[in-house]
């Protein structure tokens, strides 16, 4: 190789180039020259002009300085001096230096690495050439944005990308100041001003006026799941804080909610269930029960015998769990969000662990309860909102009950990864996720978020941005600086894999709860970037199990592989976690399968 402006490079043998799809008309071929930064000169080159010699293929255009391309049996040749190459060189110092040919969806890559000289006015190289790296960021057909955050404390940090809410509760008197919020949201910038809502209030839940009716119609001491007044009262609260909000000048363009007021089998029987014997019999004789649930449950067998006894194989706690789940969500959409609404116009609005969910793609809880196998879920608001803390409790017993505790960090963030792709499989409504600062150890001794304090928990980030989050909501109390160091190490590296605003998820199903590997994509334009993630020991890195770059193969043990037949590795500088790489690839390609 003599300059970037002159060429001569021989390529191979490269298996995609021994039998060489037809590059005449109407296909399309290129050349590009690229630098080890990933600037590049790219050119399509003219269908017309390929003429076939036996099992290669000849192209010529003098004009653009094109004097040899010689393609099939295994290898490239090629020859350029001047022309579109030399009104446009790449300058050095170029680091490394790569030649790419493609015809379609095929390309054959070389990387120069070995540079002779490599000074603005020459670049020289020698072979022999290693497999191209894809490079980050990927270039946008469009527009971009960076991946924002809504954090729940504040952090002080000055990262564009973190955003305050105030947040806001009956609970918190001191919260309730409608002039104190606009005061807080007055200098934050337009798009990204958000009220978070956050409440487990028994005001709303179990209002003392909706109390289940006895067969003679009258009230008991028993709470009902017909929350009218609850909503009543909610709303209030609410229109008075929002009033006080806009007469001080203050505007929302996001409500964020919290609402953990559950009406499940849980929520009724809680650690006894013997105790809840009377309160279950209180609900099923209010005659609302016989005109409003009972049609929709499917079922007449008296609710303790059914739904109170979870463990008795019929499945009716979970048809219960899934129809009071969109009632109840009715009822916040009525007291929150269509209150936030009338005051303040249209919000983009979403309720922590409310989304849609498919029978097809159902996914346990982290107990090992299997809550979406009946029903469709329901959303707060705008957006659907799903937890990505990756939290392990008896499901292990079942899913897991194979994986040493070793390997428990990657199945927590296969839970995590799966539960995020509920959303997007079940739905094309728009997604938040809620994340947990990385050090959180869980709020119960027998649930344990396995991924914390590992590189799976950057991955779990990484994929739920490929699979079409649109913001992470960050539940970060008592948060080190580690978390929020680790947090922007992730952002960076989303925002330059996919940080394009026409980017299409590329989710199909779920992961296999037995593989070691996971892979999510999305497509940029006319590029694919998938996150491929393995099972590792500690230490381990992913780009030690590289088997070969061309295609892009990745040993799983035991003589299984994962293989991206068209995909190339990305280089991402100093990566956020090393459990995990990158990979590109032509839109269309096949997705990675295992063998």
């Known amino acids: 190789m003599a300059t970037l402006a002159s060429v001569k490079a021989v390529i191979g043998p490269d298996p995609a180039l021994v039998t060489v799809t037809s590059p005449a008309c109407p296909a399309a071929s290129w050349l590009a020259l690229r630098d080890g930064s990933g600037d590049e000169r790219r050119i399509l080159l003219d269908c017309s002009l390929w003429r076939q010699s036996g099992a290669r293929w000849r192209y010529l255009e003098p004009a653009r300085g094109i004097t040899r391309v010689l393609v099939g049996a295994g290898r490239l040749t090629l020859a350029l001096k001047g022309g579109v190459f030399a009104e446009d060189p790449l300058p050095g110092p170029a680091g490394a230096v790569e030649v790419e040919f493609g015809i379609g969806t095929t390309a054959a890559c070389a990387r120069f690495a070995d540079l002779l000289a490599d000074a603005p006015e020459r670049i020289s190289a020698r072979g022999p050439t290693l497999p191209c790296h894809g490079h980050l960021p990927l270039r946008c057909a469009g527009t971009s944005s960076p991946m924002p955050v809504w954090t729940w404390d504040p952090i ?13 509760s009956p ?10 919020a606009a005061a807080h949201l007055v200098g934050q910038p337009a798009g990204y001003r958000a009220l978070l809502f956050a409440s487990s209030s028994t005001e709303f839940a179990r209002n003392a006026d909706d109390v289940c009716s006895s067969a003679e119609g009258d009230p008991t ?13 909610l709303s209030g609260q609410i229109g008075t804080f929002l009033d006080e909000f806009t007469q001080a000048g203050g505007d929302a363009d996001l409500l964020l909610m919290d609402i953990e007021t559950p009406w499940n089998n849980w929520a009724i029987s809680g650690a006894s269930t013997a105790a809840s014997h009377d309160w279950w019999d209180a609900i099923e004789a209010d005659r609302r029960f016989g005109l409003d649930l009972a049609p929709t449950l499917g079922f007449t067998t008296p609710l303790y015998e059914t739904v109170a006894q979870w463990n008795n194989g019929s499945g009716a706690y979970l048809v ?6 969109e009632r109840v969500s009715a009822y916040q959409q009525a007291a929150v969000f269509d209150t936030a609404v009338a005051r303040l116009g249209p919000l983009t609005a979403s309720n922590w662990d409310a989304g ?70 079940a739905s094309s409504t728009p997604f938040h996720v809620w994340i947990a600062r990385r050090s959180w150890p869980g709020d119960s001794g027998n649930v344990v978020p396995w991924l914390r304090n590992t590189d799976y928990w950057q991955e779990t980030l990484f994929h739920a941005a490929l699979a079409g989050a649109s913001a992470f909501l960050y539940w970060n109390p008592w948060d080190q600086e580690a978390d929020t160091t680790a947090l922007i190490g992730a952002l960076d590296e989303i925002d330059l894999a996919q940080g394009c605003n026409e980017r299409v998820g590329l989710v199909q199903g779920l992961s296999s709860w037995k593989q070691a590997w996971v892979a999510t994509g999305t497509r940029l334009g006319d590029d694919e970037i998938w996150r491929v993630t393995l099972d590792l020991a500690p230490g381990e890195r992913a780009l030690d199990r590289l088997l070969t770059a061309v295609p892009l193969s990745l040993d799983l043990g035991e003589e299984r592989k994962v293989v991206f037949p068209a995909g190339r590795l990305v280089d991402d500088g100093t990566p956020a976690s090393a459990v995990g790489i990158w990979v590109t690839q032509p839109a269309g390609s096949p997705p990675p399968a295992e063998s």
Do not use: K
């Open 156 to 168: 002080e940090n000055p990262d564009a990308r973190l955003h305050e809410p105030w947040r806001f």
């Open 171 to 180: 609970a918190w008197p001191a919260t309730m100041h409608g002039d104190a």
């Open 221 to 233: 001491v028993y709470p009902c799941p017909w929350l009218d007044n609850g909503v009543n009262w």
């Open 320 to 325: 219960w769990n899934a129809l009071l789940h």
């Open 356 to 425: 849609y969910w498919s029978p097809a793609f159902a996914v346990r809880d982290y107990n090992g309860h299997d809550h979406h196998s009946v029903g469709g879920g329901a959303i707060v608001g705008t957006h659907q909102a799903g937890e990505a803390y990756g939290r392990i409790g008896y499901i292990r017993d079942s899913l897991f009950v194979e994986r040493t505790e070793a390997q428990l960090p990657f199945a927590s963030f296969l839970l995590a990864t799966n539960q995020i792709r509920e959303m997007p499989l």
